[in-house]
């Protein structure tokens, strides 16, 4: 009998686990690996039960669909490797604490000689569990409170409560996850939540209050998000000093939306890829389910990386988006697009390009951004193999426009608008990776092609966040 945890360990060869007489092996010269592994893979193996142990609340229909396909393991080797696959279906579950794999031969009166009896030993997570952590996004951080009943029904069911405390928003929310068995990639959604933010830049505060349910599925290599969201908003005024055109988009709202996401990935990792590709494309239509807002609105984004010699990597970025009004209502400050800042455009203020009104940044309803990005270790490799590698030097080139359109006039006219009055920068600085979820960012910038109204930061800024150009 043998074990493995996260990693196959490798076979034993020789020794009562393969029922091989060690005296045997004195008599014959050892094979070389290679020909160790092609006996295995020859020796045709019949994988007659498998079994699952330490089950309290979970159904044992749900997991028929995660290790069925041991079952079709056709010699020594492959049982390994679908064991393996299965274990890590398991654990994806997110309602196993460990999961360990057992093989051993096949015993009682239905044993075959080449029959092999293959053992999952799980141990459940909770029924309660909490959870503490502090979060980092768009240059904001918060403080997260968490409870999870996990797997409630038996069948990957969760739901979450969570209560995050942040520099600039406010939340709490339920949400309940239910994944189709046998598919973890399709599941379904449901939330409730309150949101209230601050946006400076615009001297405004938002409060939130809705509902939404998201269903997420893929298609071969392509990820989908089909969502509907119920939204009941509330404008107000930051300060006493907010300009008229944002008084103007104080009050009550009820937005009802349609989207879908689709989404592509090939990258190797999230926040520092040496290669690979993102194409993500999303749209959304407010007013045919009801509300008061009516708009069409279409965003994408797209980067390639590629890496060169030395460790390092080029990265290109390429971010734009429309939105339509419908039924001649005019677009609300909350729904349009914003621009600048450490995450997208560098050397600029935190969303300060565009439309203005009294120094506060009203959005607009097109825009577009890239980005060039040159990234390498750090100079002579401190700490290299540790905690330098969490490091990157950063030279970059950044450009990109916001603006509102005459969508009476044809698209020549919108090209040639969002062609005129580019914003660009350049500089260089030092980037950290946070985990594999988000990073940090201190550049030199000098910002050019600076309009009247925009906010700049010119020289040294600060960047945290999860998406950045």
Known sequence: MFSWDISMDPLPMHGKDLGVNPDDLMEHPEPEPDAKQEILENKDVVVQHVNIQGLGRTKEDLLGYEISDVFNAKNLIDVMKKAHIARQRLLRLGIFKEVEVLIDTSEGADALPNGLDVTFEVNEIKRLTGSYNTMVGNNEGSMVLGLKLPNMIGRAEKLTFQFSYGTKETSYGLSFFKPQPGYFERNLTLNMYKVTGQFPWSSLKETDRGVSAEFNFPVGPTSHMLKWEGVWRELGCLAR????????????SLKSALSHTMSIDSRNSAIFPSSGALLRINQELAGFTGGDASFFKEDFELQLNRRLFWDSVLSASLWGGMLFPIEGKPSCIADRFYLGGPTSVRGFGMYSIGPQSEGDYLGGEAYWAGGLHLYTPLPFRPGRGGFGDLFRTHFFLNAGNLCNLNYGEGPRA?????????RWSYGAGIVLRLGN???LELNYCIPMGVQSGDRICDGVQFGAGIRFL
């Open 241 to 252: 000093s907010a300009s008229f055109a944002v008084r103007e988009e104080s009050g009550h």
């Open 414 to 422: 919108h090209l040639q608008k969002l062609a005129e009055c580019i």
């Open 437 to 439: 979820i988000a990073r």
